[in-house]
T-cell receptor, first 114, second 113 residues
Framework: KAGVTQTPRYLIKTRGQQVTLSCSPI?????VSWYQQTPGQGLQFLFE???????NKGNFPGRFSGRQFSNSRSEMNVSTLELGDSALYLC?????????????FGPGTRLTVT | AQSVTQLGSHVSVSEGALVLLRCNYS??????LFWYVQYPNQGLQLLLK??????LVKGINGFEAEFKKSETSFHLTKPSAHMSDAAEYFC???????????FGAGTRLTVKP
């Protein structure tokens, strides 16, 4: 069974631009979560999607948004990029989420904002 | 709200020595607790998880962790460190009601030959 895939793996953008990252969960998994990882703030929860609906949201500004498609694939979008958005963005999938459901992580997308 | 605190951002051990990575949790509901490992330029890999079935949890690569409610701890141990264990380790907690996993700051493990 294929693991969680994320595209692209590396991305360089300029301040003010917007970016879209993609995540394909493990087949059969319906919950997709997104995390931002930086040296200063560590791993921070962005949001979780289940059945095309945002079910949980972390403490990030509205510039960060996401969506999930009927095949459970998910995208996250960051608008008006800031230098501080440079980070590794990780996607994780689980069967249904909650109740201690294991999350399986993708390799991440490393975003650099210049 | 739930959270985890990992004591020690950096731990260094000699090859063959005991590995002990500390994690304390805070949760208002019975928690689910996890340990993940991250190798350079990779995502996180699940080592083990606690879901109240047993207090001593065995994971992959010879790691285990013990849930101690009285101490609100979930420390990760391995009897004998290998060079391949060098990585960053994250403790995480989630509730039983939502997929709201929260991670600790991480502990970087160095293994000396």
């Amino acid at each position: 069974k294929a693991g969680v895939t994320q595209t692209p793996r590396y991305l360089i953008k300029t301040r003010g631009q917007q970016v879209t990252l993609s995540c394909s969960p493990i087949s059969g998994h319906r919950s997709v979560s997104w995390y931002q990882q930086t040296p200063g703030q560590g791993l921070q929860f962005l949001f979780e999607y289940f059945s095309e609906t945002q079910r949980n949201k972390g403490n990030f500004p509205g510039r960060f948004s996401g969506r999930q498609f009927s095949n459970s694939r998910s995208e996250m979008n960051v608008s008006t990029l800031e230098l501080g958005d440079s980070a590794l963005y990780l996607c994780a999938s689980s069967l249904v989420g909650g109740s201690g459901d294991e999350q399986y992580f993708g390799p991440g997308t490393r975003l650099t904002v210049t | 709200a739930q959270s985890v605190t990992q004591l020690g951002s950096h731990v260094s051990v000699s090859e063959g020595a005991l590995v002990l990575l500390r994690c304390n949790y805070s949760s208002s509901v019975p928690p689910y607790l996890f340990w993940y490992v991250q190798y350079p330029n990779q995502g996180l890999q699940l080592l083990l998880k606690y879901t109240s079935a047993a207090t001593l949890v065995k994971g992959i690569n010879g790691f285990e962790a013990e849930f101690k409610k009285s101490e609100t701890s979930f420390h990760l141990t391995k009897p004998s460190a290998h060079m391949s264990d060098a990585a960053e380790y994250f403790c995480a907690v989630s509730s039983n009601t939502a997929n709201d996993m929260r991670f600790g700051a991480g502990t970087r493990l160095t293994v000396k030959p």
